[in-house]
């Protein structure tokens, strides 16, 4: 608040007083009263109405200053009410009130809404956790009745299986609860385990893996990473080029203060021969719901894929960026901290 503000609120106010001078000074003129007599009473009121100006900015001024330093140094900004104390002129203790009143019902909305999602978090986590059992139950009978009906049936609990996932992860993904673990992990065990875990989708739309450097250990947790690493072998698998032999390649290298961002990383590239990417769709890629000019061509994307990879990502403090040629291939390069 400054003291300019302070005048421009206060103008009317000012002018008045001002216009009062003037009169009591005509008044004390026309009366008779000597000019030093008449100078001695202006000089008195403008003295007491600055006094009165003058310690009502800078008491305004305190509270309103610290009232905004307090509103930017908190992260939740609804907390705001409970940190402020009343001030002693009226309208800052309406303006207290009335925060105050705002602060108690965002926070028990917030409450509420929180209580909702961990319902609905809940909710999905055992709904996944139900539904995984008739999924291993199919499994078993096609076990014993082998074919091609039997191994396209296969398939497609594969791909039942990955959006249950999926569902699982985004879950996950907007809770703000701790569910990961950050751990030393084996990258080429990282890297083998995704794949064979996708191995039938793989084989059976004819992807080869190929596997560079990766013998080194990076932090992570298991199971998010894995998850992620399966989200880009679906999609390589997905958009592949029909018209030529696909493989899908994973490469490790180390990377400087300046490509890691500060920091000495470990750069995973998971690197396909596909489709490639549309150059207007990929500063949006990472978007939820976006499913840009493959997922329209191909109509099988959602478009939560790599919204869930970059959220997950992030959690883990791993950045990830996506570089993509159309009619030549996709890049997607994870820089992963070490020990």
């Not at 002018?15 to 009473?41: C, K, R």
């Not at 072998?233 to 029909?242: C, G, Q």
Request: a negative charge; glycine letters at 6%; proline letters at 2%.
């Amino acid at each position: 608040m400054s003291f300019s503000q302070y005048i421009k609120d206060r103008w009317f106010a000012l002018f008045t007083e001002l216009f009062i001078s003037f009169l009591a000074a005509a008044f004390l003129s026309v009366m008779g009263s000597p000019a030093p007599v008449t100078a001695a009473v202006v000089i008195l009121y403008f003295a007491g109405v600055l006094l009165s100006a003058g310690y009502d900015f800078l008491r305004k001024k305190r509270y309103y200053d610290e009232l905004s330093d307090t509103l930017e140094q908190l992260e939740e900004k609804s907390y705001l009410s409970e940190m402020i104390e009343e001030p002693e002129f009226l309208d800052g203790q309406i303006l207290y009130h009335v925060v105050r009143t705002n602060g108690k019902y965002l926070n028990d909305m917030i409450a509420k809404q929180r209580r909702e999602l961990e319902e609905y978090k809940s909710y999905v986590q055992t709904w996944v956790h139900e539904v995984k059992t008739p999924i291993a139950v199919e499994r078993l009978i096609l076990e014993n009745h082998k074919g091609e009906a039997a191994e396209g049936l296969a398939e497609e609990i594969d791909k039942i299986e990955k959006y249950v996932e999926q569902m699982l992860y985004y879950s996950k993904s907007a809770s703000v609860e701790s569910d990961y673990i950050i751990r030393p992990l084996s990258l080429k065990k990282l890297c083998m385990s995704a794949v064979q875990r996708n191995a039938r989708m793989m084989v059976a739309e004819g992807v080869s893996p190929k596997f560079g450097s990766l013998d080194c250990e990076v932090l992570a947790d298991i199971r998010w990473m894995e998850f992620v690493l399966g989200q880009i072998i679906t999609n390589a698998v997905k958009y592949r080029d029909k018209e030529r032999d696909s493989w899908l390649s994973f490469s490790a290298e180390q990377t400087d203060e300046k490509e890691g961002r500060g920091k000495n990383r470990i750069r995973l590239t998971v690197e396909d021969n596909g489709i490639g990417i549309a150059s207007q769709d990929i500063p949006r890629v990472f978007a939820k719901g976006f499913t840009g000019e493959n997922g329209r061509l191909f109509k099988k994307s959602t478009g939560m894929g790599l919204y869930l990879c970059r959220n997950l990502c992030e959690r883990m403090d791993i950045e990830m960026e996506i570089r993509s040629v159309k009619g030549e291939g996709t890049a997607v390069s994870f820089y992963l901290n070490t020990i």
